[in-house]
């Protein structure tokens, strides 16, 4: 799918270069139901990132998934710089580079997931860690968006700066060599 004015948005970026967007950060997180599952679910990511992982515990209790308030449930890591940017571009890999519509939001954040750790390159699969799915958040900014989230004077961030879902997919479509489609291809089997 070709987005409706590509060049406008690098044209743009060329002339004003402080509004080009950058990756913020990659949130990766695997959820289970805790115990051993997660201290294995742990392993995986610090395989994968490089990076000790952190734990994130149950809101509330639900007795038919065995989950109590307080029970570490999932685990995570943030990824920023140069780092995130080399396990997003190994994370497409896994998903043929192929990215839909509904993976982004209003403000030109996208997420999606992988559904074993073992698709993406380079990743040996071992017998007693498992397969696990994992989940996968890209915050994607313009400089400037610091104003929001420092300590003194907070300030809003300008309608005019803010970032467009069109302008984030021309962004990683560049950066990164994906395609974006609307719809998942249909599957062929030759079986």
């Given at each position: 799918m070709s987005i409706e004015n590509?060049?406008?948005y690098t044209d743009d970026w060329k002339a004003y270069p402080m509004r080009e967007p950058y990756i913020s950060k990659v949130v990766v997180d695997i959820c289970t139901s805790g115990g051993e599952e997660l201290n294995r679910a742990a392993t995986i990511l610090e395989q994968l990132t490089g990076q000790a992982p952190t734990q994130s515990r149950a809101r509330q209790t639900i007795r038919d998934?065995?989950?109590r308030k307080k029970d570490p449930i999932a685990v995570r890591v943030t990824l920023r710089h140069k780092r995130a940017e080399e396990f997003l571009g190994r994370a497409m890999k896994a998903r043929d580079d192929v990215l839909l519509l509904k993976n982004w939001d209003d403000d030109g954040n996208f997420a999606f997931g992988i559904s074993e750790h073992i698709d993406i390159p380079d990743v040996k699969y071992d017998p007693s860690l498992g397969v696990q799915g994992m989940n996968i958040t890209v915050c994607v900014?313009?400089?400037?968006?610091r104003v929001k989230r420092r300590r003194r004077q907070k300030a809003k961030v300008p309608y005019r700066h803010r970032l467009t879902p069109e302008e984030s997919m021309v962004f990683v479509k560049n950066k990164f060599g994906i395609e974006i489609l609307e719809k998942e291809r249909e599957r062929t089997y030759l079986f």
């Open positions: 590509e060049h406008v998934f065995g989950i900014e313009r400089p400037g968006f």
